[in-house]
């Protein structure tokens, strides 16, 4: 496959299947498009009514080629598509481009004709179908029909884009030249037939010309393939930057566990993103300028930044956006300030504080290059913006040359914020390696991506432990919605403590093993079709022993009201208390099965804090992952003994997780809802319990 995609990606040969002669319709551009750039190889036309082409010899049918071409672009119909792949995969050629639509975007009989393509390509790779094709930029070869094209001269650089829409890849190339940014390939992989996001990550993965790869999804079709190559890109140093359209997707469904309403179908995304060390963008503005930052090359190892600057204002804009991100802007050390002080002796300079004003009035390079030098040099600081101010873009030249020369001694992250309207300036800037913004929070956004990935380069990902299943409980004989005390039984069997209880029935007398719970119990209906007791007054909090029999005869009564179901046993419990409520959840989705942790109780999703991991197939979370989600809580404090508060048994806890992702792994395909809530943690050294919990199987 991959000798494939070497040769779809730098072909010596292109066969064009359905040319035109008329190089403004669509079926015309790749050769005119070609022709343009120089393409240094052959093009074959195929059309049976022309025999010639833009000067180029045009034949009547794919059997009169004189060679195998290494790629064919297809424009033809439907049916003549299907025709044309079966042909070109007879011949021998590696991969085809079809552009041509009707496939598997049109439903259920474009996807039929869809699996016909597939079947008609047998061993030759498709891109495609529906899709606007492809443009190795580092070596001059558009495979595509985009207007984008156009331009005279492509922006070439190291960053390169895969992309699930077509149109977006024109969007990227022309703002990408007006920025300033070098691309190296660009691929619009629309249906996704055969050749997909993985594959072409893993080819970029070993591409040179490539130091940031750039995605643009609409749904990831193969999870684990994905997960696969976007791990090799990291260990490759690669990253990848993704922006993600459906955030507003209706993906939370209508479960019965808290978890499902806290997992929606983007937060499956950002959880599987986080995991494998992906940037995502949250706006499409980001989509561009972390890429920008990142292809410096240029790596973040701190979060001290100087401002330079000759406007206070802008200074003041860019330090609050910083501020805001989590970064400092420390004053000037006594040594860096005597340096700074030197180049403009008396008042004018402000340089006891930061943003560093400096005076730049009439253009002085100079004055620039030693400011920025000094910085540079300062232990202070791990990086430096730039403010260019309006009086610093007369001589836009000047002073891109003056950044460019104190760049070469020092590896520091350096950017620029270009305060007026100067996209020109700016771009300059950019090609100078000297990443350059037009909005303040850009450069937050920026230095936060290039701190990122120094992080990803520090940690080592853990690959999850093989799952162990229980040999304690049939769970062959478990299906359907279980009760709580069979979904705690089933917990304990993967051993995860609960609290101590007694099943009782509704016409029982007597309670006297109840006493053995202490002075005051929980009372609770044990029902297979009613999951959330508290809805309709099933669940009694400090009931005296002596009390039971009427609490559960008052209970019955008001459920049967309620619900319309006669409950026939319930469940009395010890009383837990003086521990944190937590809760851990599993989540299934198209993407994939994830683990969901935070904090439990009532409250579950009215305070939302929660992290996920997904998990692979037959693996379990690592106890050191696990940890690594709770320190991620913004209630880790309370865990952590926040302000002399104990500290919660977080071992304990650790292990819980640990055995409850055991739980899902071992039973993945049967297992649709599981989740402890709440999960009680005690203060160190005394455990945990599950106090309630719920699990439905297929």
């Known amino acids: 496959m991959s000798n494939a995609i070497q040769k779809l990606m730098e072909p010596r040969s292109i066969a064009i299947i359905g040319a035109s002669t008329d190089p403004k319709k669509t079926a015309g551009r790749p050769i005119a498009y070609l022709q343009k750039h120089h393409f240094k190889g052959k093009i074959y036309p195929v059309n049976p009514r022309v025999e010639e082409i833009s000067g180029l010899k045009c034949y009547p049918d794919i059997g009169a080629l004189p060679e195998t071409p290494d790629v064919a672009i297809i424009m033809v119909g439907t049916d003549k598509a299907l025709s044309a792949v079966k042909e070109l995969a007879a011949l021998g050629t590696p991969a085809a481009i079809v552009l041509t639509s009707g496939f598997a975007e049109h439903g259920p009989e474009g996807l039929k004709k869809q699996e016909e393509l597939i079947a008609a390509a047998g061993s030759m790779r498709i891109l495609g179908p529906n899709t606007i094709g492809m443009v190795n930029i580092t070596d001059d070869i558009p495979l595509s029909p985009s207007s984008a094209l156009e331009m005279d001269e492509f922006p070439k650089g190291s960053v390169s884009v895969i992309s699930q829409s077509g149109g977006i890849l024109g969007s990227l190339l022309s703002r990408a030249t007006a920025c300033g940014l070098g691309l190296s390939k660009l691929v619009s992989t629309s249906n996704e037939a055969d050749l997909g996001l993985a594959d072409f990550v893993d080819y970029l993965v070993n591409d040179s010309s490539t130091k940031v790869i750039v995605l643009y999804i609409e749904s990831i079709r193969h999870p684990e393939k994905f997960r696969a190559s976007a791990l090799r890109a990291r260990q490759a140093g690669k990253p990848i930057v993704v922006y993600k359209v459906g955030k507003s997707e209706a993906g939370v469904k209508a479960a019965i566990s808290h978890t499902g309403a806290l997992a929606g179908s983007d937060k499956m995304y950002d959880a599987l993103f986080k995991q494998v060390g992906i940037i995502r963008a949250n706006t499409f503005a980001e989509y561009l300028d972390i890429p920008a930052a990142l292809a410096s090359g240029r790596v973040l190892k701190g979060k001290r930044v100087a401002i330079l600057t000759s406007t206070g204002g802008a200074g003041t804009l860019v330090a609050d956006s910083l501020g805001e991100w989590g970064f400092e802007t420390p004053v000037p050390d006594e040594k860096t300030a005597a340096r700074l002080r030197a180049l403009q002796p008396g008042d004018q300079a402000v340089l006891d504080r930061n943003p560093i004003d400096v005076t730049l009035a009439g253009l002085q390079p100079d004055l620039l290059r030693s400011a920025i030098g000094a910085l540079l040099d300062s232990p202070t600081y791990d990086a430096l913006i730039l403010i260019l101010g309006s009086s610093s873009l007369s001589m836009p030249d000047l002073m891109a040359g003056a950044v460019r020369d104190c760049m070469l001694t020092s590896d520091k992250p350096v950017i620029a914020y270009v305060s007026p309207h100067a996209p020109i300036a700016g771009a300059l800037m950019t090609k100078l390696g000297v990443p350059a913004f037009s909005q303040p929070e850009s450069c937050s956004v920026a230095l936060s991506s290039m701190f990122h990935v120094s992080k990803l380069k520090e940690n080592t990902l853990a690959e999850g432990l093989v799952a162990r299943s229980s040999k304690n409980l049939d769970i062959d004989a478990l299906h359907g919605s279980l009760n709580e005390h069979q979904a705690k039984n089933l917990f304990a069997a993967f051993g995860i403590a609960g609290v101590k209880e007694l099943v009782v029935s509704a016409g029982q007398a007597h309670f006297d093993a109840a006493s053995e719970l202490g002075e005051k119990v929980v009372v609770k209906i044990l029902s297979n ?15 005296p022993v002596s009390g039971i029999a009427s609490k559960i005869a008052v209970m ?4 049967k009201e309620k619900s319309g179901v006669t409950i026939q046993e319930f469940l009395v419990q010890e009383m837990a208390s003086g521990g944190m409520e937590f809760m851990v959840g599993m989540h299934c989705d198209p993407l994939g099965t994830a683990i969901l942790v935070g904090m439990g109780g009532v409250t579950a999703e009215l305070f939302k804090d929660t992290q996920m991991r997904l998990i692979s197939p037959g693996k379990a979370l690592s106890g050191d992952e696990v940890l690594e989600m709770l320190k991620e809580l913004k209630t ?12 919660c048994d977080v ?25 402890i809530n709440p999960l009680f943690v005690f203060s160190e050294g005394k455990g945990i319990k599950a106090a309630d919990g719920i699990a439905v199987l297929s």
């Not at 079709?529 to 009931?543: M, Q, R």
């Not at 019955?556 to 459920?559: F, G, K, P, S, W």
């Not at 806890?653 to 989740?675: N, T």
């Open 636 to 647: 880790w404090p309370l865990l952590d003994g926040y302000r002399g508060r104990p500290k």
């Open 556 to 559: 019955a009564l008001e459920v």
């Open 651 to 675: 071992k304990a806890l650790v292990e819980a997780i640990v055995s409850f992702s055991e739980l899902v792994a071992s039973l993945d395909g049967r297992l649709i809802e599981c989740e």
């Open 529 to 543: 079709e009613i999951l959330h007791k508290t809805e309709v007054g099933g669940v009694a909090l400090n009931v």
